[in-house]
């Protein structure tokens, strides 16, 4: 039996977890940040490495003492490099220098984009990740800052089929409940909206879908863009009454209507056109109730939906030491002297399989 230590800081959450064999996660817990950002309408990185400071050690002690262990019963500790908020990361990832060498663990460095995909696997998916029969697995990243398409092979090989190329979709959302008026976050903000509004009443642009009648490049086949949603979203709000609920609600419905819809039919052109026998959902945007529900909707019979649960889906530890198991069976340690990346590097497979 093997124990990782999971650390998490590349953003507005604090999280550490303990997990077993890369698959059972015995503790999980996440110190949001919501009320510190929430005066801005959007995260700061300077207080978000504040906040990781005060919150990391406290959250650490939790996760040990739930999981009912000791540093002393860990055989290693992993912590999220990149991509995300440099100041942010660098809290997560020298505390965790710190507590690997103090301690003489090896030291796991884990990319946060792919960690979220593996989240779909945890807690019972061993199984499906290790069967040849759920591959080509297509995976669609979709959070407030990555809005992207992986073609993921049974040997682990894997590519980039497209990514956004504006805004990413959580952004969008995000944004779209700010121009409404609505609380922060804004993603839950708006579905909560939606809810009692008509997804049909407005009609939002479905940038580099076809659905304008316009042919796409073969370079925007699996591209995302919806900078030009929002715009829309601004002109359709300008002279209107913000204040008068059934319009947020009937247009924070069509909105979130449009940002799904994007995100199913290009998932569901790359599945078909490169045969993928699973499709996974990953990341913050996946536990929105409409793009879970379409997708079930719509996605052929044949293919097998995997939706990470809703608490592995935004960011936490137990997919980034679920994932680095992975690379201590391998032996597979990062350097004392690693640092923090802000952006996706470029990838060729993932490092589960």
């Not at 739930?66 to 490099?81: E, H, P, R, S, W």
């Not at 019972?124 to 069967?131: M, P």
């Amino acid at each position: 039996m093997s124990l990782i230590l999971g650390i998490e800081s590349s953003c507005d959450e604090t999280a550490a977890a303990v997990i077993e064999d890369g698959f059972t996660v015995r503790s999980s817990v996440i110190a949001s940040q919501i009320a510190t950002h929430a005066p801005h309408g959007g995260v700061v990185p300077e207080l978000a490495a504040r906040e990781h400071l005060k919150a990391l050690h406290p959250v650490v002690t939790s996760a040990l003492e739930q999981a009912g262990v000791t540093l002393a019963d860990l055989d290693a500790v992993a912590v999220t490099q990149g991509p995300g908020l440099i100041p942010a990361l660098l809290v997560g990832l020298n505390y965790a220098k710190g507590l690997a060498v103090g301690n003489n663990l090896p030291l796991i460095g884990v990319n946060h984009f792919m960690a979220h995909i593996y989240g779909a696997f945890l807690d019972g998916g061993a199984e499906e990740l290790a069967s040849p029969e759920s591959y080509p697995m297509l995976a669609l990243v979709v959070s407030g800052g990555h809005t992207s398409l992986v073609l993921v092979e049974s040997n682990g090989e894997a590519r980039q089929l497209g990514c956004t190329i504006d805004d990413a979709a959580g952004e969008a959302l995000d944004k779209g409940a700010k121009l409404l008026g609505l609380p922060y976050p804004g993603g839950p903000s708006i579905q909560k909206a939606a809810a009692n509004g008509d997804p049909e009443k407005y009609d939002f642009p479905r940038p580099l879908t076809g659905a304008a009648g316009k042919a796409l490049s073969q370079e925007n086949l699996y591209n995302f863009s919806f900078s030009g949603i929002k715009t829309a979203l601004l002109y359709h709000l300008n002279g209107k009454d913000v204040n008068d609920p059934q319009l947020v609600a009937d247009t924070a419905a069509s909105y979130q209507r449009a940002v799904v819809d994007c995100l199913v039919r290009k998932t569901l052109k790359a599945a078909k056109d490169h045969h993928a026998r699973t499709v996974v959902v990953a990341g913050g945007v996946a536990c929105n109730a409409e793009l879970r529900r379409m997708m079930a909707e719509k996605l052929p019979k044949g293919i097998k939906l995997k939706i990470a649960k809703p608490v592995f889906c935004t960011d936490n530890a137990a997919m980034v030491g679920g994932i680095a198991w992975h690379s201590f069976r391998r032996n597979e340690f990062s350097a004392l002297d690693m640092d923090s990346f802000a952006r996706l590097p470029r990838f060729v497979r993932v490092p589960f399989i």
